[in-house]
């Protein structure tokens, strides 16, 4: 599982991911708000670990703007700030938890723990949408107008991924990296591949079309929801 890291402080970046990493995540980080904002909207994370007081603006500004943006992602609060009054605005702007500083190290991976677990039960019962596009997380399961299709893990994988960011152009490296893990190879046409594969088993179930290719940008889902 990937983790953002959003601090001013290169110590406590470089603290949480020595810590993370021996727990298996992959870290990146970021010390401002600009950048962290960059990286949460076009990445894929399991948790956002953030800092409330950044150089170029305030994380609770940040958390809100990342919920606004639909980004589902669950964000734990690292912050050295110990009033109750902001713990509470930062929960009601979409925070999941708070916890601060200094920090016991044990404590800090068992909150990234329940975070994640909350954020994964809640995912399995998610529906998402776009036009007659319907999938149902729980059941792993494609529909079109009504009717189920069948998807391979990949072409199921790859749409989950358009839906989760629909209306968005994707690069080509962006859906090699979150959907399969792996560096996109120009000289391959394996993305395209699968696209084309998802744009016949929907064609043929709706009225319209809805993945579009942008010229040397990458794909979109087109949705009007």
């Given at each position: 599982?990937?983790?953002?890291?959003?601090?001013?402080?290169?110590?406590?970046?470089?603290?949480?991911?020595?810590?993370?990493?021996?727990?298996?995540?992959?870290?990146?980080?970021?010390?401002?708000?600009?950048?962290g904002?960059?990286?949460?909207?076009?990445?894929?994370?399991?948790v956002?670990?953030?800092?409330?007081?950044?150089?170029?603006?305030?994380?609770?500004?940040?958390?809100?703007?990342?919920?606004e943006?639909?980004?589902?992602?669950?964000?734990?609060?690292?912050?050295?700030?110990?009033?109750?009054d902001?713990?509470?605005?930062?929960?009601?702007?979409?925070?999941?938890?708070?916890?601060?500083?200094?920090?016991?190290?044990?404590?800090?991976?068992?909150?990234?723990?329940?975070?994640?677990?909350?954020?994964?039960?809640?995912?399995?019962?998610?529906?998402?949408?776009?036009?007659?596009?319907?999938?149902r997380?729980?059941?792993?399961e494609?529909?079109?107008?009504?009717?189920?299709?069948?998807?391979?893990?990949?072409?199921?994988?790859?749409?989950?991924?358009?839906?989760?960011?629909?209306?968005?152009?994707?690069?080509?490296?962006?859906?090699?990296?979150?959907?399969?893990?792996?560096?996109?190879?120009?000289?391959?046409?394996?993305?395209?591949?699968y696209?084309?594969?998802?744009?016949?088993?929907i064609?043929?179930?709706?009225?319209?079309?809805?993945?579009?290719?942008?010229?040397?940008?990458?794909?979109?889902?087109?949705?009007?929801?």
């Amino acid at each position: 599982m990937k983790a953002l890291i959003i601090d001013d402080d290169p110590s406590i970046g470089v603290l949480v991911k020595t810590i993370m990493n021996k727990d298996g995540y992959e870290v990146d980080a970021a010390q401002t708000a600009k950048e962290g904002e960059r990286l949460a909207l076009t990445d894929e994370y399991g948790v956002i670990i953030l800092d409330l007081g950044l150089p170029d603006g305030e994380g609770i500004e940040l958390c809100e703007n990342i919920r606004e943006e639909d980004i589902t992602t669950p964000v734990l609060i690292l912050s050295a700030d110990q009033q109750t009054d902001m713990k509470v605005q930062c929960l009601r702007v979409g925070a999941d938890d708070y916890l601060t500083k200094p920090f016991d190290k044990n404590e800090l991976m068992a909150r990234v723990e329940a975070v994640t677990r909350r954020a994964d039960s809640q995912m399995v019962n998610q529906v998402l949408s776009c036009g007659s596009l319907e999938v149902r997380m729980l059941e792993r399961e494609f529909h079109v107008n009504g009717t189920q299709v069948d998807l391979t893990n990949n072409e199921y994988n790859l749409l989950v991924y358009l839906l989760k960011n629909k209306n968005e152009i994707l690069s080509q490296e962006q859906i090699a990296k979150n959907v399969w893990d792996i560096h996109f190879d120009t000289q391959t046409n394996y993305i395209n591949v699968y696209i084309s594969y998802l744009r016949k088993k929907i064609r043929s179930h709706a009225d319209r079309e809805y993945i579009d290719t942008v010229r040397k940008k990458g794909f979109t889902i087109r949705c009007n929801d």
